[in-house]
């Protein structure tokens, strides 16, 4: 059901089985023990970054496709960071699986969870894989400089997560339910920072954030949890300080999955981390513990992406943003499985 | 409805107003008189080619909104070749409105529709804004080799076209109805000349085509049109040749979009069009006639992606390729508006 402009409502689609894998500094961090597989070598045995982060993106989907019981998939989504979505691509043609490709920077899990969930709600489509991947180096290497270059870097930038995300979505009952999305418009406000991407990013998480609540009517803090995807310290402060201005209140229930993945102040990750895998990461361990353990009822999740090349950049153009969110709640007692 | 493995039927789906905007040499190609808008200067005024590129876009959209009646959409979904999308995110940034981004290289315009067709299904979205790009000279720089670099291409090579194409699919009654979509795998059959993407993206034509057949029960000389996206002159021949040696049957309801752009016997663009574009200009000039035009009653669209970069492809990797059908009908007269 369309709520308000911008917001669905969803009745039957669940989060089934998730994966994760992780790199050497993310299993360094506060979520270690959570991720299903980690890396000992972020090469992960292969000669490029490109194809080690491809490696890692076919672990995590192999590992959710090994702990579910559903073996009928309807289609499979998954976009990735680098150049014509080639991580995703070149993984996909490995499963005998209708693929939508999308691009939303590092906001594409929710944008994927977005499109999977609206196409659930057909009823043509009963089970949907949704993934996605980045790499550190497969990164900086595109966007920044190689890793080897050695290029000193500001304490604003974010630091890209190493790693993978899958899920399946499913009509069928399970713990956790995708009661809601919303999708973001792309905001642009000037900013020209490639070092800064938090707040090149914040405006459009407040956006999507300020339309989520006033199409369901509901104040910043009704829900246990609020998540943004990579906004990391610089980016989250932003965040923070538009949502309490505009609504006059101060808000207690909002992170960012940037500073949750990384110690910011005993890693060496400068403003905390970004990247595709860092929301998805996040929500495939801390958020579904959390809701799994009823420490909280409910989190939405608004991933955030910078729609950028260094092309562009040079050009002397400024950076737009986005934002999806998605919200997960814990299941009533009869819904689970 | 889902018909098949990878099939799905709309009742309620229309397309409304479309555009085309087309650069210098499709302007002197067979389909010229159709164009809505014909560019004199491939830089359209604009100081880079993806800047050019971004104003044939934003061109495309303004003009298909100038044709329409309807003034309330649900969301926009566009995608287009060049890093990070972002000709459509830049493009995107100057509307209000909810914004997917995709990536299905030249196959953006069907995977769009498939998007957007299956969306308007769960009867919460009405009015979808769908649109893809290309520019001859942001791709070949960035796939091959700058224009000015001069680089000798043989004849295997396609000529990407440069132009836009935009429309509106609806729920309320139009002249011509989307009936079907029928979804792309990723195949990837081991090629790797970069200057024969034809070659590439047939099979995976011919897997969608066959998939397609399959799920409805029906011959390949069921259809008054079946278009391939752009597999030009070396692909094409590959995809006919597939298809009646599967069938062991002529097929005679068969052409490909990179052929109908250009007359490739009399303008110098090597094996023949290509591009997100090329499938884009064809189906909203020559497809659209036909079928307004009561000329033919159904054509079956099967635009093509190749899926690699150039970095992967100097890693030795072979181009995996994918194909989305979307098959358009004339409506009854009583569903003419």
Known sequence: MKIGKYSYKFNNVYLDQSSTVCGLIEKEGPLSNLFDYKLDDNYFGEKSWEKAEMKILKKSIDLTLSKTKITN???????????????????????????????????????????????????????????????????????????????????????????AGSCIITNQKRDIKITQATLGKIIDVGTKDP?????????????TYINHLSDNKIDPN??????????????????????????????????????????????????GGSGCACSALVLFTYVRDLLLNNKIKNCLLIATGALMNPLILNQKETIPSTATAILFERGDLDDIS
């Open 195 to 207: 070092y800064n991407m938090g707040a090149a990013m914040a405006p459009a998480a407040v956006e």
């Open 222 to 271: 009704y829900y246990d949890l609020v998540l943004t995807g990579d906004l990391s310290n610089e980016g989250s402060k932003v965040f923070k300080e538009s949502i309490e201005t505009y609504y006059n209140t101060k808000i207690n229930n909002y992170n960012d999955c940037g500073l949750i993945i990384y110690d910011i102040n005993n890693q060496n990750v400068f403003s």
């Open 73 to 163: 998939f309807d289609l499979a989504i998954s976009g990735d960071l680098i150049n014509q979505n080639i991580i995703s691509n070149y993984v996909y043609r490995n499963y005998d699986l209708p693929f939508i490709g999308i691009f939303g920077a590092c906001s594409n899990i929710t944008l994927g969870l977005f499109i999977g969930s609206n196409l659930l709600e057909t009823k043509n489509m009963n089970n949907i894989l949704i993934s996605t991947s980045s790499h550190n180096s497969t990164s900086e290497r595109q966007f920044r400089y190689p890793v080897e270059y050695g290029g000193a870097r500001p304490e604003s930038a974010t630091f890209t997560v190493t790693g």
